[in-house]
């Protein structure tokens, strides 16, 4: 699951006074997950999520933009096809993984990689005036208008329909699978592109992602640290983790439809008597302490790097798969030391 940094571009808007805001505008043709990071007092504070739909502008922050750095982080939902898409840089700030959050206090996702995204900065300046927007763009340059056309041919092509190319014209192709989805879903005839549309679009495509990939289970009393290695050809692989599982928890580690015939699974029990490792391991790859990916074109020195032995998984040719971790998989703790 590579993770994508887009272009994007940061500008002013001319306002003050009462207008003063802070701004988010999805000029891509990807629906986002929106959030932001600013000074709160003494704290630094993140909010979100906000859902934008492609081509959709909205306000995150009703306070006027003060001079100086914020914070800026968006996803692509579940439900488009391919990689992860993000606009993303190198700060690390606490989020929550579902609903609506607003967080002042950054140490509760320190030792949860999970609860955590890469934010890019943003230079606040005295010329904006109170009023800022940060657009969110791709390589192609899309307008309001057409940015919502290419977002409806991706969310088309995403669930299966044929809508012609991703390029915001609204050709005779995407007139045609608009027209059908509209009839399938009961709304009135044509090819109108409104904000329900695009909503039905977004549900139906994360709906179908739902039920594709590779999960991870945790079945045993104790959190588990999960990292996974997957066939990239015939003979090299791409390590990656790690994925914190509290007890009972599932967890999607790759998403979109399955194309290997098996991968190679790897967990660590945290356990307070000692490191408990997944047994039956058969093919070693590289790992690190903190999050990691590592391909096998390059020796775990190289990569600067530890070595660990990862269990092969068989899963047939099918879209989706689950492996459970079972407490009965992880090796014992080693006796203690009588005292001398």
């Known amino acids: 699951m590579r993770i994508i940094f887009l272009s994007l571009l940061v500008f002013v808007v001319s306002a003050g006074g009462a207008s003063a805001k802070y701004s988010f505008c999805n000029k891509s043709s990807y629906a ?42 968006a996803e692509a939902i579940p439900g488009h096809k391919g990689p ?6 190198d700060t690390a700030l606490c989020v929550e993984n579902t609903g609506f959050f607003n967080l002042r206090n950054q140490d509760v996702c320190r030792d949860d990689p999970l609860r955590q995204r890469k934010f890019f900065n943003v230079e606040v300046t005295e010329a904006a005036g109170g009023a ?10 899309y307008t309001v208008y057409s940015a919502e056309v290419a977002g409806v041919q991706r969310l088309l092509t995403d669930i299966g329909d044929d809508a012609g190319n991703i390029d ?22 044509g090819y109108t592109i409104d904000d329900d549309i695009i909503d039905a679009l977004i549900e139906e495509a994360n709906a179908r992602e739902a039920k594709l990939g590779f999960f991870y289970c945790n079945k ?7 990292a996974i290695a997957e066939p990239l050809d015939d003979a090299d692989y791409r390590a990656k983790g790690w994925w914190k599982l509290e007890p009972g928890d599932c967890s999607k580690i790759l998403k979109g439809a399955l194309d290997k015939d098996h991968y190679y699974v790897y967990g660590l029990i945290e356990d307070p008597t000692a490191e408990r490792t997944l047994t039956g391991g058969n093919k070693s790859f590289c ?43 992880f090796a014992e703790p080693a006796p203690a030391a009588p005292n001398p």
């Open 168 to 189: 915001g014209a609204m050709g005779r192709e995407t007139q045609r699978a608009l027209a059908n989805f509209r009839r399938k879903k009961g709304l009135s005839d």
């Open 84 to 89: 992860l898409r993000t606009w993303s840089g």
């Open 32 to 73: 986002l997950s929106a959030s932001i990071g600013y000074v709160d007092g003494d704290r630094l504070a993140t909010r979100g999520w906000w859902r934008l739909r492609p081509g959709q502008c909205k306000v995150v922050l009703t306070e006027q933009a003060k001079p100086g750095r914020y914070f800026v982080y």
């Open 132 to 141: 800022w927007q940060t657009d969110f763009t791709e390589a192609s340059t």
């Open 287 to 329: 790992v690190n302490t903190i999050m990691f990916t590592s391909e096998t074109d390059l020796s775990c020195g190289d990569q600067e790097l530890d070595e660990a032995k990862f269990r092969r998984f068989e899963i047939g040719g099918v879209e989706s798969a689950t492996f459970d971790f079972l407490p009965e998989m």
């Open 220 to 226: 045993t009393n104790n959190p588990v640290w999960s």
